[in-house]
C-alpha cells in the first residue's frame, strides 16, 4: 500500500518542518531540521495525540479520529491547540496608518477590541499571509499563521518604519474551543466569555493568570480564541477538558472543519500567486480604503475590484463518494484545463466528498458543471456554494 | 491456509491458487477514517507491484499494490459500499479482492503474520 497525497494542513507541502516563505513546495528536498515543541506537548501526547510535523512544530494531527472530533466540535465543543500560530503585537506612534501601508483594511477607524480579518499583501497584491488584527488601545494584537510567521515578522519589520516595533508574544500558547456548547463550558470556568459578541475580544483573569479571549474561530461555529500565558496552558487545558462537553480535537478536524466552513487556507487556498479579490476576501477591502489606496498592490487589487480576475476561488460539490485533493485539475466540458483544486477532502458532516479551488471566473457561477481531474480519472462535480456547512456564529440577541 | 504480509501492509491469505488481499489493522489505523475505496473488476490482470486497489481516508489517499501477479477472480463489493469495514475489520471482511495466483514462487521472500507484527513494532 502507497501513501500518495496527504490532505489539507498535515500536507507534506506544508509540513517538512520548514518555515513556509513562498515556496509552494515548502522546501522540499531540503533537510528536515529539528521540530519545535507545543508548550502542550507532553499534554498532547498524554492524551494520545498522534503528532506529525507541521509549520516547524510537532502538532497532534488526530486523538481518537478525525471524523469523530469533526463530528464532537459540530455538536459540542473543541479544544484545538494552535500555539503554532504566531501572536504579535505591534506598537509605535501612528502605528495604525504604518499598518494601513501594508494591509487593505481599515486600521484607523479600527474599534477597540474588535478582532478583523485582514491580508498582509506584497506590492504586487500578493498575499504574504492572512491574519486577524486587534486594536487593543494604541496597540495592534495579531495573530498569524504559523508556517509564516517568521516570514511575517521578517516582512513586517522590513516595511514598517522603525518607531513601529513588532513583539513576537512566544511565552503566549494560544487555544481555541469551537462549537456550540463552547461558551457554556468556557463561562463555567471564566466567568463573562459568554458576554462576548461575535468578533470581539477582552482581557479576563483566571487563577492569577491574564488572558486575552475573542470570539472567533476558523470552524464557523460560535467559539472562542484565548491567548494565555505558555506556564499555565496546560493547568487552563485540563480545566476545559474536565467539562463532559469539551474534548481535544487535533489538526485534521481543524481542516475538515474549515474546509466545510468555506475558509481558506494560507499556502493552498491563497498565497503569493492569488490576490484577495481573486480569493474572494473583498469584505477584507475596506471602502474607505478602495477610494484611497495607499496599500501594497493596490493598484492591481483596485483594477481588479472593478474589472474583475480571469480566475476566483469557489467550493466544488464532488460527485461520488471519492474526495479529490488538492492539485487535482478542474476541466471545462471539453476538457480544457480551466483551474485546479487547492484544497479537498471527505466532508464528515455531509458524508460526502467537497473541494475548494480556482476556476475561470466564467465558469465560476454556482451549479456550473465541471470535470475534476485526478491521478488519471475524471470526476464530475459543479460549482458549490460556500460555505458547505452553514456558519453559525454567535449572534449578540439572538436565542442560545 | 497461510497468511503472508509485505512491508507495504498489504496482507495474502493464500488458499490453493486463490490468494485473497487486503489492508493490515496497522494500515488502516494510519490511515484513519476510511471514507472511500475501489476494488478492482473481475477478470482484470494485475502483476506484481502494481496499483489494483484504492483506499481513502479523511486524510490520506494510498493505493493497494497487488502483492503477486495473477487474475482478479472477486472483489468486495462490501468496502466499496460501506468503505469503514476497513477500519472494523480490516483482516476479516475488509478484504479488497482475490487473485488466482500465476507463479506461487512470488510468495517466497513475504513475511509471515509473526515477522510482520515483529517488524511493525519496531515502526
Known sequence: ?400 | MTVYFTKEHEWIRVEGDTATIGISNHAQEQLGDIVFAEVPDVGRRVSKGQEAAVVESVKAASDVYAPVTGEVVEANQAVADEPALVNSDPEGQGWFFKIRLDNPGELEGLMDEAAYRDWVATL
Do not use: C
Open chain 1, 1 to 400: 500500500m502507497s501513501r500518495e497525497v496527504h490532505n489539507g494542513p498535515t500536507d507534506d507541502t506544508q509540513a517538512r518542518g520548514t518555515h513556509y516563505a513562498g515556496d509552494p513546495d515548502g522546501g522540499a528536498g531540503t533537510e528536515t531540521p529539528s521540530l519545535d515543541k507545543l508548550p502542550l506537548d507532553a499534554w498532547h501526547r498524554e492524551r494520545g495525540g498522534r503528532m506529525v510535523p507541521f509549520a516547524g512544530y510537532e502538532m497532534p494531527v488526530q486523538y481518537e479520529g478525525i471524523m469523530a472530533e469533526h463530528l464532537w466540535t459540530r455538536e459540542n465543543a473543541g479544544l484545538f491547540d494552535v500555539s503554532h500560530m504566531g501572536q504579535l503585537l505591534v506598537h509605535g506612534r501612528d502605528v495604525d496608518a504604518a499598518l494601513e501601508r501594508l494591509m487593505p483594511g481599515d486600521f484607523k477607524a479600527a474599534a477597540d477590541m474588535k478582532p478583523k480579518y485582514s491580508l498582509l499583501l506584497d506590492e504586487s497584491g500578493g498575499i504574504i499571509d492572512d491574519l486577524m488584527a486587534t486594536r487593543r488601545g494604541d496597540d495592534f494584537y495579531i495573530v498569524v499563521n504559523g508556517a509564516t510567521k517568521h516570514g511575517d515578522i521578517a516582512v513586517m519589520e522590513q516595511r514598517l518604519p522603525s518607531e513601529v516595533v513588532v513583539d513576537h508574544m512566544k511565552e503566549q500558547a494560544l487555544l481555541a474551543l469551537q462549537g456550540p456548547r463552547a461558551a457554556e463550558v468556557l463561562e463555567k470556568i471564566i466567568p463573562g466569555v459568554s458576554d462576548l459578541g461575535f468578533m470581539q475580544g477582552g482581557p479576563f483573569n483566571w487563577n492569577g493568570r491574564n488572558l486575552w479571549i475573542s470570539r472567533s474561530g476558523y470552524t464557523g461555529e460560535d467559539g472562542f480564541e484565548i491567548s494565555v500565558p505558555a506556564v499555565a496552558a496546560a493547568d487552563l487545558t485540563d480545566a476545559i477538558v474536565a467539562d463532559d462537553l469539551a474534548k481535544p480535537i487535533g489538526l485534521g478536524a481543524r481542516d475538515s472543519l474549515r474546509l466545510e466552513a468555506g475558509l481558506p487556507l494560507y499556502g493552498h487556498d491563497i498565497d503569493h500567486e492569488t490576490t484577495p479579490v481573486m480569493a474572494g476576501l473583498n469584505f477584507a477591502i475596506n471602502k474607505r480604503r478602495r477610494a484611497e489606496g495607499g496599500f501594497a498592490g493596490d493598484l492591481r487589487i483596485l483594477a481588479e475590484l472593478e474589472q474583475g480576475t480571469p480566475q476566483k476561488r469557489v467550493g466544488f460539490d464532488v460527485d461520488g463518494r471519492q474526495p479529490v485533493r488538492e492539485g487535482a485539475l478542474v476541466l471545462d466540458a471539453e476538457g480544457n484545463e480551466v483551474g485546479r483544486i487547492t484544497s479537498g477532502g471527505f466532508s464528515p458532516s455531509l458524508q460526502r466528498p467537497i473541494a475548494m479551488g480556482y476556476v475561470a471566473s466564467h465558469l465560476a457561477d454556482v451549479g456550473t458543471e465541471l470535470k475534476l481531474s485526478q491521478r488519471g480519472k475524471l470526476i464530475g462535480a459543479r460549482v458549490g456554494a460556500m460555505p458547505f456547512v452553514p456558519h453559525r456564529y454567535h449572534r449578540k440577541g439572538a436565542t442560545a
